[in-house]
C-alpha cells in the first residue's frame, strides 16, 4: 500500500498527440492535513474515496489506500468537502514499460498542467518524453490538496 510516484511540470502539449485515453476527474479534500489527506474522487462513473498519509522527506512515497465507491455517495461527500474543489482533464500516455498521468487544471489551477508517474523501487530508471519538464516530486505547492486550498492562479 505504498505510493512511489515521481511528479513532473509539463512544458508542451505534445504529450495529447501521445495519449491513449483521456477523462474528467473532480476532486475534493474531505481532510488535507499535512500528516494525513482524505480525497473523494469523481472520475467518469464511479467514486474512489482515498485515504494518503504523510510523504517521506524526499516526497517520492507515503501510503495510499483506497476504496471504489458509487458515483452517488462520491457526488454527497464533494459538497462535504473542504473548500477548493479541483477539476482537470486526465491523459494517459504509455512510454516504454510505463504509464505517464498528465493533468490538465482548470478553474483556479487553470494553466498548469502535471505529469506523475508510478514507480515499483524509488531507483527504477524509465523514459523521459521530450514534453516532460522541471520534476517537482516532494514540492507540496503542487500537491493536489494544496492546490486545492492554495491555487495556481495565486502564485
Not at 16 to 22: G, L, P, T, V
Not at 75 to 98: F, Q, W
Not at 120 to 127: A, G, K, M, V
Request: aromatic content about 10%.
Amino acid at each position: 500500500m505504498t505510493e512511489i510516484e515521481r511528479k513532473f511540470l509539463v512544458k508542451s502539449e505534445a504529450f495529447k498527440d501521445a495519449s491513449s485515453n483521456s477523462y474528467q476527474i473532480k476532486q475534493g479534500f474531505l481532510n488535507s492535513h499535512p500528516e494525513r489527506t482524505v480525497r473523494i474522487r469523481l472520475k467518469k462513473d464511479k467514486g474512489i474515496l482515498t485515504v494518503k498519509g504523510k510523504s517521506s522527506s524526499d516526497g517520492l512515497s507515503r501510503f495510499e489506500w483506497e476504496k471504489d465507491i458509487s458515483k452517488e455517495d462520491a457526488e454527497a461527500l464533494l459538497v462535504l468537502c473542504e473548500k477548493g474543489i479541483i477539476d482537470k482533464t486526465r491523459y494517459e500516455i504509455k512510454v516504454g514499460n510505463h504509464m505517464f498521468e498528465v493533468d490538465e487544471f482548470y478553474g483556479d489551477n487553470e494553466g498548469l498542467i502535471i505529469a506523475e508517474i508510478e514507480l515499483n523501487s524509488e531507483t527504477e530508471p524509465f523514459e523521459k518524453p521530450e514534453w516532460l519538464g522541471e520534476e517537482v516530486t516532494g514540492d507540496v505547492k503542487y500537491y493536489n490538496s494544496n492546490l486545492s486550498q492554495y491555487p495556481f492562479k495565486n502564485w
